[in-house]
């Protein structure tokens, strides 16, 4: 074979594998996404927090996660969502306990039985510190959205 024959043969073996990884890499540019398999279920955590389903948000975002774990931006949108949803539970949470705090307490003023009373006051111990410990973790959730909020507001 002359050396045009062999330079020939070389430059169709390397073209070759040039439209071999170039139909590869398009192959793969046309796959969707992580973020893109995941934003169907991101719709419906969207959903399920607008309808105030929050525990049911909660479940569907963890599996999200394990559904999804490349699916950055899907994972980001929902952390806030789950931070809002988290902090809707706790504050509904703040809310009836202060209701049955008030209640029992009520109850233990009008109360004239001791056995009764020191029950109440037991009950009143207990819904004190429940209280307390809902306002604590609302706080918490207002502290963690507020580091999520920094990095994203620097230029």
Same mark, same amino acid.
């Given at each position: 074979m002359n050396a045009i024959g062999v330079e020939c043969c070389t430059f169709a073996v390397a073209m070759k594998y040039t439209a071999i990884f170039a139909l590869a890499l398009l192959a793969a540019s046309c796959a969707p996404t992580e973020d893109e398999k995941a934003a169907p279920l991101l $719709?419906?955590?969207s959903s399920l927090y607008e309808k105030g389903e929050y525990k049911a948000t909660l479940d569907s975002i963890t599996v999200l996660r394990e559904r999804f774990p490349k699916a950055v931006e899907a994972r980001?949108? $929902?952390l806030t969502i789950w931070q809002d949803a988290s902090l809707k539970m706790a504050q509904d949470d703040v809310a009836k306990t202060d209701g049955l705090l008030q209640e029992a307490t009520t109850q233990l003023e009008n109360e004239a039985d001791l056995y009764k009373k020191?029950?109440?006051r037991v009950r009143c111990d207990s819904l004190r510190a429940r209280y307390e410990a809902m306002c604590?973790?609302?706080r918490m959730i207002? $502290?963690?959205q507020k580091q999520v909020q920094k990095p994203e507001s620097k230029p």
């Amino acid at each position: 074979m002359n050396a045009i024959g062999v330079e020939c043969c070389t430059f169709a073996v390397a073209m070759k594998y040039t439209a071999i990884f170039a139909l590869a890499l398009l192959a793969a540019s046309c796959a969707p996404t992580e973020d893109e398999k995941a934003a169907p279920l991101l $719709a419906e955590i969207s959903s399920l927090y607008e309808k105030g389903e929050y525990k049911a948000t909660l479940d569907s975002i963890t599996v999200l996660r394990e559904r999804f774990p490349k699916a950055v931006e899907a994972r980001r949108k $929902a952390l806030t969502i789950w931070q809002d949803a988290s902090l809707k539970m706790a504050q509904d949470d703040v809310a009836k306990t202060d209701g049955l705090l008030q209640e029992a307490t009520t109850q233990l003023e009008n109360e004239a039985d001791l056995y009764k009373k020191n029950m109440l006051r037991v009950r009143c111990d207990s819904l004190r510190a429940r209280y307390e410990a809902m306002c604590g973790v609302v706080r918490m959730i207002h $502290a963690r959205q507020k580091q999520v909020q920094k990095p994203e507001s620097k230029p």
